[in-house]
């Protein structure tokens, strides 16, 4: 079988270009996606799945490719679309173009009125279509469903090919049902029933007539499921029934840890969809709650992605941190094998469960090819147990956590640095977080051989090694504890010697397999900032070159400077912006004091959010930012992401000077900024060990003060520092 391998974060161009194809919006910033568990939708404002990346996805196969709505045999007109502020429900409100009825009678346009609202609840999506005629004449309707399920592989809607693919049998048309079926070639039969609540005047394999009799200023509706079966008729009672289990369990996911509430109107909305958008991917899995990368092409879960947004996350909700640990501690890889790049100890990188990876078509199944995610989960687990105390999980932990630092000891015996090379042709080229084929390279255009150092991998050993070291003193493992210090200590000098480059007064990006530098700035010099590896002087070079012109675009911050020979404002890793990104490097600023620069950072991303309708996108391109233009979209993004809805979180943090210390039950506050045009902030419900608090952050004159309202629970010092 031959199978066309796709880099992991890159997509076939014919993709790309097809999500704009001009006859109707498909950019990703105007389509709209539901989730619950393994299962997502993403459609257009219409409510329409046309097949082109999108449709609806069970277990990484697309069990609806096509599901579109006409109105007299024609497309309708959009009035308007949204998303229900906790994401559960998607509605579009749309109205006929001219059109006959069905006993010949013209209607013209705006006479009818068509509300498409659908939801996600256990597998199975639910839509209520409803039509309101406003004209003054009864009115026969043709309403029409085309609808088709390819049972893609998640690789294959990607872009991957493949020489063969598995059976799909002949639809199984019942009175008010149609059931389409695919026996892949792993032996599993994938289902897609859909149902109606009411039969069809004419029904095939890929269609559904209905002849609605619509009496003036009246409403008629349908209902609609598409699930594993035809379990039940569609009716109003099931719709409303799984709405309201769907809103409850929604509800439950975001009371978890603190909430945020500010002077702002616009600045809160934007923190209530960034907090939605966390809950929304967060999946509640066996070992706790996970957040999934994003949507649609990263709705599962990984490593690195499901660590840092913990990490954005671990000031207002830790349990989330616990539940990324407890995931990754049960799949840390215990045997070597190329073709998953993994070896004892390693972390995984990525998770799957579709038929190309059941097959081994693939290797992402459960892949170790992230060279950062080992030092990610460990400092996760350290920056956990700092913020919490929980000594219980950190002893359930530590198995775990030693594995993984001898792992990334063996894999740095050789250079002394922690590098990476895939085992095999089927891997990933490039393993950290720029991951694309090109993002690694040396000044003049060349591609470095391996293996490769990045450079803020060293930084995540340093701050892995740092933490470790504290947890052992704690334990009393003093020995272990001072191996480990040794270790942070000469990785920090090691990067000091290697990756500085006195000609740029910056970081180098890599070193490549002969030891030698990739002379070029990127912003993953902002990632040592941020675990403090650098020395002050050092970090004040750095941090003045990523808010030169350079990098920051007005926006946020681009991955790459705008002089590199690679440099590419529409790139996906080469000159783009990436909120995570930009929050990781403002977190960096924040802890070498440059705070007010921080500020300005987050009024760049929230103005971002502002043009992408409260959401930011995974990435968006680096264009300068030019007065009344809003920044541009990346044209097959994922929205929601987790790690860019959590970016708002760790942004605040840094403004803030937040911290909250486990060990003592302190909460500390230093240099506390206000976000621009906010006078006051309020956190509610922070929890401090055992306790919970209200932490209130008011501006007066130019300074911003905190206080504690009385605590819900005990007692908590609050240090502050101007």
Not at 469 to 481: C, I, P
């Amino acid at each position: 079988m031959t199978i066309t391998h796709l880099d992991e974060r890159k997509l076939d161009p014919a993709i790309a270009l097809a999500s704009l194809d001009e006859t109707a919006p498909r950019e990703p910033h105007r389509l709209f996606a539901l989730k619950h568990g393994d299962c997502f939708a993403v459609a257009d404002a219409y409510g329409d799945i046309r097949g082109v990346g999108d449709g609806f996805f069970r277990d990484d196969t697309r069990v609806l490719s096509e599901f579109r709505l006409t109105v007299g045999g024609r497309s309708t007109s959009l009035l308007g679309a949204s998303l229900s502020q906790d994401n559960v429900l998607f509605t579009a409100n749309l109205t006929n173009l001219p059109i006959e009825s069905a006993a010949g009678r013209q209607i013209p346009q705006g006479a009818i009125h068509i509300e498409r609202v659908r939801l996600l609840w256990e597998e199975r999506l639910y839509e209520r279509i409803t039509l309101s005629n406003y004209s003054r004449e009864h009115s026969t309707i043709l309403l029409s469903l085309r609808f088709a399920a390819d049972f893609r592989d998640m690789f294959e809607v990607r872009g991957s090919t493949r020489s063969k693919r598995g059976t799909a049998h002949t639809a199984e048309i019942a009175r008010s049902a149609v059931v389409l079926r695919y026996e892949g070639l792993d032996s599993v039969v994938r289902t897609s029933a859909i149902s109606f609540s009411q039969t069809p005047d004419q029904l095939t394999s890929e269609r559904a007539d209905f002849v609605i009799a619509v009496t003036k200023r009246s409403s008629q509706t349908l209902y609609v499921e598409v699930g594993n079966e035809t379990d039940a008729s569609p009716e109003s009672q099931r719709f409303r029934a799984a709405a309201a289990r769907a809103r409850f369990g929604m509800r439950a996911k975001r009371r978890h840890g603190a909430t945020l509430h500010s002077s702002g109107r616009v600045f809160n909305d934007w923190m209530a969809r960034a907090r939605a958008d966390v809950a929304l991917l967060t999946t509640e899995l066996a070992t706790g709650p996970y957040p999934y990368a994003g949507i649609p092409w990263f709705s599962t879960a990984f490593g690195r992605d499901g660590v840092i947004s913990a990490l954005q996350m671990l000031w207002l909700n830790p349990g989330l941190a616990r539940g990324v640990l407890a995931f990754l501690a049960q799949h840390q890889a215990t045997e070597t094998s190329p073709f998953s790049d993994s070896e004892p100890g390693k972390i995984m990188h990525e998770t799957r469960k579709g038929e190309m990876v059941a097959l081994s078509e693939l290797p992402f199944g459960r892949y170790y090819g992230g060279v950062d995610t080992t030092p990610l989960y460990i400092h996760l687990a350290c920056a956990y147990a700092d913020r919490t105390g929980d000594t219980a999980f950190i002893d359930e932990l530590w198995p775990s956590l030693c594995a993984a630092a001898e792992w990334i000891e063996t894999a740095s015996r050789s250079t002394g640095f922690l590098t990476y090379q895939r085992a095999a042709e089927s891997g990933l080229a490039n393993q950290g977080w720029k991951d694309s084929f090109d993002s690694v390279f040396h000044a003049d255009g060349r591609i470095p051989k391996g293996p490769i150092a990045l450079v803020e991998v060293q930084g995540y050993v340093f701050a892995a090694f740092q933490g470790l070291a504290r947890l052992a003193r704690l334990r009393g493992e003093a020995e272990r504890a001072e191996g480990w210090e040794i270790r942070a200590d000469a990785i920090r000098q090691k990067v000091e010697r290697h990756f500085w480059i006195e000609e740029l007064g910056y970081y180098a990006l890599a070193l490549d397999g002969d030891g030698q530098p990739c002379k070029v700035r990127t912003s993953n010099a902002g990632h040592l900032l941020y675990v403090g590896l650098p020395e002050p002087d050092r970090a004040r070079m750095v941090a003045d070159q990523l808010l030169s012109a350079s990098f920051h675009s007005g926006w946020g911050l681009r991955t790459l400077a705008d002089d590199a020979i690679f440099f590419n404002p529409m790139s996906y890793h080469n000159g783009s912006i990436w909120p995570h990104d930009t929050a990781i490097c403002a977190a960096g600023l924040a802890r070498y004091g440059i705070r007010d620069s921080v500020v300005r950072l987050m009024s760049g991303t929230f103005e971002s959010a502002v043009h992408f309708n409260m959401r930011l996108p995974e990435l968006f391109c680096g264009f300068t930012r030019a007065a009344g233009e809003a920044p541009i979209a990346y044209p097959v993004a994922c929205l929601p992401q987790a790690w860019s809805a959590g970016s708002a979180f760790m942004l605040m943090q840094s403004c803030l000077g937040l911290q909250i210390d486990g060990w003592t039950g302190e909460i500390h506050v230093t240099r506390p900024r206000l976000p621009i045009g906010i006078d006051s902030l309020v956190i509610r419900h922070l929890s401090v060990g055992r306790a919970a608090v209200d932490l209130t952050f008011q501006r007066v004159g130019d300074r911003v003060g905190a206080f504690l309202a009385e605590p819900h629970e005990g007692l908590v010092p609050l240090v502050v520092r101007s």
